[in-house]
C-alpha cells in the first residue's frame, strides 16, 4: 500500500501529465512517471517549474534530436578521448563518463556540446533499468589555463541542468591543479546547489579523498589514470568500433515505451508555451491544486509537433534519468 507521500508524488506526477497534455507518441514516450518524477526533483517538487522545465525539454528534443546524433557525425570530436564512456561502471552499477579537459582538441563550442550530448545519450542507452544516474571522472593530469572556457562552461551546465536533469550521481574531479580552485570559485553559480554538491575533489596524495575511488569503484577495472589496476589506456580505434556497434541499437532502444497508455492526438500540440511569469514566482510549493487550467499550453509563438513526424524524436522511460 501506497503511503500518503507517495499518493502526493503521484498525483503531483499525474496534474504534470494533465498540464503538459496528450503528445505524439515519441514525445509521450519521454513523460513516464520516473521522468516526471525527476523533473519534480530538479524543481524541489514545484509542480508549475516542473512542468515548465519538462516543456522546455520536449521542445528542444524535438528540435535538436539528441538520439539522431551518430557516431560519424561527432567522431572527430573524440580523437583525444576528452570525453567517452568508460568500459566499467561503479559499485552501484552506474555508467561512468571520462573527462579529459586538457585533450580538447575543437574550439567550436557546438561541436562540443553535440559530442557532449552525444556522450550523455549514449551513457543513458547503457544504464541498467535499476539505475538513474552516471558517474563522471574527470582526469586534469596535463590541464592549464588554456583549457578553461566558461563559454563553454556555461552552455554545458545549461544543457545538461535543463535537459538531463537529476541524472548526475557524482562527478569526481580528479587531482585538479591549485589555479583551478578560483575557476571553481567563478564556475559553481552556473550550477544547481544540488548540482554542486555531487562534485567531489580527490587528490592521490590525500588517502581521505582516495577512500572515495576505493568505495566506488573497483581498483582492478577501474583505470590506472585514477589509481586503478587497469593500464590499458583510451584506444580510439577500439572506441570508435564500440560506438559503431551502439548506435545500432539507438533506433530499437528509442521505439520501446513503458509511457503511460494515454490517447494520441490528431492535431498539432503546442510545446513552446507556458506561462514562466506564474511558474518562476511565488514560493516553492509541491502542490497540484496551485496550477490552473489557464496555465497550460495556450502560445501565441507554437512550435508545432504533429503525431507521427520526425520532429520529436522517440526515447523510453530510460531517457529521463
Same mark, same amino acid.
Given at each position: 500500500?501506497?503511503?500518503?507521500?507517495?499518493?502526493?508524488?503521484?498525483?503531483?506526477?499525474?496534474?504534470?501529465?494533465?498540464?503538459?497534455?496528450?503528445?505524439?507518441?515519441?514525445?509521450?514516450?519521454?513523460?513516464?512517471?520516473?521522468?516526471?518524477?525527476?523533473?519534480?526533483?530538479?524543481?524541489?517538487?514545484?509542480? @508549475?517549474?516542473?512542468?515548465?522545465m519538462?516543456?522546455?525539454?520536449?521542445?528542444?528534443?524535438?528540435?535538436?534530436?539528441?538520439?539522431?546524433?551518430?557516431?560519424?557525425?561527432?567522431?572527430?570530436?573524440?580523437?583525444?578521448?576528452?570525453?567517452?564512456?568508460s568500459?566499467?561502471?561503479?559499485?552501484?552499477?552506474?555508467?561512468?563518463?571520462?573527462?579529459?579537459?586538457?585533450?580538447?582538441?575543437?574550439?567550436?563550442?557546438?561541436?562540443?556540446?553535440?559530442?557532449?550530448?552525444?556522450?550523455?545519450?549514449?551513457?543513458?542507452?547503457?544504464?541498467?533499468?535499476?539505475?538513474?544516474?552516471?558517474?563522471?571522472?574527470?582526469?586534469?593530469?596535463?590541464?592549464?589555463?588554456?583549457?578553461?572556457?566558461? @563559454?563553454?562552461?556555461?552552455?554545458?551546465?545549461?544543457?545538461?541542468?535543463?535537459?538531463?536533469?537529476?541524472?548526475?550521481g557524482?562527478?569526481?574531479?580528479?587531482?585538479?591543479?591549485k589555479?583551478?580552485?578560483?575557476?571553481?570559485?567563478?564556475a559553481?553559480?552556473?550550477?544547481?546547489?544540488?548540482?554542486?554538491? @555531487?562534485?567531489?575533489?580527490?587528490?592521490?596524495?590525500?588517502?581521505?579523498?582516495?577512500?572515495?575511488?576505493?568505495?566506488?569503484?573497483?581498483?582492478?577495472?577501474?583505470?590506472?589514470?585514477?589509481?586503478?589496476?587497469?593500464?590499458?589506456?583510451?584506444?580510439?580505434?577500439?572506441?570508435?568500433?564500440?560506438?559503431?556497434?551502439?548506435?545500432?541499437?539507438?533506433?530499437?532502444?528509442?521505439?520501446k515505451?513503458?509511457?503511460?497508455?494515454?490517447p494520441?492526438?490528431?492535431?498539432?500540440?503546442?510545446?513552446?508555451?507556458?506561462?514562466?511569469?506564474?511558474?518562476?514566482?511565488?514560493?516553492?510549493?509541491?502542490?497540484?491544486?496551485?496550477?490552473?487550467?489557464?496555465?497550460?499550453?495556450?502560445?501565441?509563438?507554437s512550435?508545432?509537433?504533429?503525431?507521427?513526424?520526425?520532429?520529436?524524436?522517440?526515447?523510453?522511460?530510460?531517457?529521463?534519468?
Amino acid at each position: 500500500m501506497k503511503s500518503s507521500r507517495q499518493r502526493f508524488r503521484c498525483s503531483q506526477i499525474s496534474e504534470i501529465r494533465r498540464l503538459i497534455g496528450p503528445l505524439p507518441e515519441k514525445l509521450a514516450i519521454y513523460c513516464s512517471d520516473a521522468a516526471i518524477a525527476r523533473y519534480l526533483r530538479a524543481r524541489n517538487w514545484n509542480v @508549475k517549474k516542473a512542468t515548465k522545465m519538462l516543456k522546455e525539454t520536449l521542445k528542444w528534443r524535438a528540435e535538436y534530436k539528441p538520439e539522431e546524433i551518430r557516431w560519424e557525425e561527432v567522431a572527430h570530436e573524440a580523437e583525444t578521448g576528452k570525453i567517452y564512456r568508460s568500459n566499467y561502471i561503479d559499485k552501484h552499477g552506474r555508467t561512468v563518463l571520462v573527462m579529459r579537459p586538457s585533450c580538447q582538441n575543437s574550439k567550436s563550442t557546438k561541436g562540443q556540446i553535440r559530442y557532449l550530448v552525444y556522450c550523455m545519450e549514449n551513457a543513458i542507452l547503457n544504464l541498467p533499468a535499476d539505475q538513474e544516474q552516471m558517474v563522471w571522472l574527470i582526469d586534469f593530469n596535463g590541464f592549464n589555463l588554456s583549457h578553461i572556457s566558461l @563559454k563553454v562552461t556555461r552552455e554545458t551546465a545549461h544543457v545538461l541542468q535543463e535537459h538531463y536533469p537529476e541524472c548526475l550521481g557524482v562527478a569526481i574531479l580528479y587531482n585538479p591543479p591549485k589555479f583551478f580552485e578560483p575557476f571553481w570559485t567563478v564556475a559553481k553559480p552556473f550550477l544547481e546547489p544540488k548540482t554542486q554538491n @555531487k562534485v567531489k575533489f580527490v587528490y592521490t596524495d590525500d588517502p581521505n579523498t582516495k577512500k572515495i575511488m576505493e568505495d566506488l569503484f573497483e581498483m582492478e577495472k577501474l583505470e590506472s589514470a585514477f589509481g586503478g589496476n587497469d593500464d590499458s589506456g583510451f584506444d580510439i580505434n577500439k572506441y570508435a568500433e564500440r560506438m559503431r556497434e551502439e548506435d545500432k541499437r539507438i533506433p530499437a532502444f528509442w521505439t520501446k515505451s513503458e509511457a503511460p497508455p494515454e490517447p494520441m492526438p490528431t492535431s498539432s500540440v503546442d510545446l513552446n508555451s507556458f506561462d514562466s511569469d506564474a511558474s518562476d514566482s511565488g514560493k516553492v510549493d509541491g502542490s497540484a491544486s496551485h496550477v490552473s487550467d489557464s496555465e497550460g499550453l495556450i502560445s501565441d509563438k507554437s512550435v508545432l509537433v504533429t503525431k507521427g513526424s520526425d520532429n520529436g524524436n522517440g526515447s523510453k522511460e530510460l531517457l529521463y534519468r
